[in-house]
């Protein structure tokens, strides 16, 4: 598999559908707290999401 050169061997691709509607603000909110999660509770920077 193919790792960008500045990732580290954790990296992770993750893909949201949202349905329409839905604010930025609010997007980028749950980006903000998913990756926050992922990195509290598996231990996976947020570079290498």
Do not use: H, N, W, Y
């Not at 839905?22 to 990756?35: D, G, P």
Request: charged residues 25%.
């Amino acid at each position: 598999m193919f790792f960008p050169m500045d990732r580290s061997e954790a990296f992770d691709i993750i893909g949201i559908t949202m349905m329409a509607g839905c604010s930025s603000e609010t997007k980028k909110r749950l980006i903000t707290l998913l990756f926050e999660q992922i990195q509290k509770e598996v231990g996976i920077q947020s570079d290498d999401i």
